[in-house]
Antibody, heavy 118, light 108 residues
Framework: EVQLVESGGGLVQSGGSLRLSCAAPRISINSFDMNWVRQAPGKGLEWISYMSSSGSAIYYADSVKGRFTISRDSATNSLYLHLDSLRAEDTAVYYC???????????WGQGTMVTVSS | EIVLTQSPGTLSLSPGERATLSCRASQSVNRNYLAWYQQKPGQAPRLLIYGSSSRATGIPDRFSGSGSGTDFTLTITTLEPEDFAVYYCQQSDTSGWTFGQGTKVEIK
């Protein structure tokens, strides 16, 4: 059963912006710590952002700090990632993931592809 | 930032064989915060092990994790055809969350 669904990816020029969405049809976003993780083509996994269940703690990887913003909307039960000042090296599949015991990511969406053209 | 180095890069084995994957950290990792994932082409990662040795829901008991400090191991006792994939270790600490670069388990 699908529990997280990402959308919003696409092709954007270098320096441009995008907003990614992560809808949660079967779980409450507000009840869990949530994250964004990305994977460049043919590469490994890179954690990029975290939001606590309370919303009071937000962290970013150094590679995206100051350019990406994580947020959520209780009304739509969705997590968001706003991407600004995009670079070619931001090209990747972006996953949202729920955090569980031990800070492990137990539920992942299917991912949404972001391609930044230079 | 803690760097995780996985070895080998590629493991060529036959179904029925035992797979031993290593994850070495650049500094000591709290074993409660070490996880392993499986990823198949075109799919999202799947959590296998959390807390170094606890299997996630629905994970067969042929998968086991062990280790402490800077050295952790994922063992697959008897490889099934569906186990050929890429495996990642991951840790968390006050600096954030980091993943190893992955070990590909391929059919020999």
């Amino acid at each position: 059963e699908v529990q997280l669904v990402e959308s919003g990816g696409g092709l954007v020029q270098s320096g441009g912006s995008l907003r990614l969405s992560c809808a949660a049809p079967r779980i409450s976003i507000n009840s869990f710590d949530m994250n964004w993780v990305r994977q460049a083509p043919g590469k490994g996994l890179e954690w990029i952002s975290y939001m606590s269940s309370s919303g009071s703690a937000i962290y970013y990887a150094d590679s995206v700090k100051g350019r990406f913003t994580i947020s959520r909307d209780s009304a739509t039960n969705s997590l968001y990632l706003h991407l600004d000042s995009l670079r070619a090296e931001d090209t990747a599949v972006y996953y949202c993931a729920r955090m569980t015991v031990g800070d492990a990511f137990d539920i992942w969406g299917q991912g949404t592809m972001v391609t930044v053209s230079s | 930032e803690i760097v995780l180095t996985q070895s080998p890069g590629t493991l060529s084995l036959s179904p029925g064989e035992r797979a031993t994957l290593s994850c070495r950290a650049s500094q000591s990792v709290n074993r409660n915060y070490l996880a392993w994932y499986q990823q198949k082409p075109g799919q999202a990662p799947r959590l296998l092990i959390y807390g170094s040795s606890s299997r996630a829901t629905g994970i067969p008991d042929r998968f086991s994790g062990s280790g402490s400090g800077t050295d952790f191991t994922l063992t697959i006792t008897t490889l099934e055809p569906e186990d050929f994939a890429v495996y990642y270790c991951q840790q968390s600490d006050t600096s954030g969350w980091t993943f190893g670069q992955g070990t590909k388990v391929e059919i020999k």
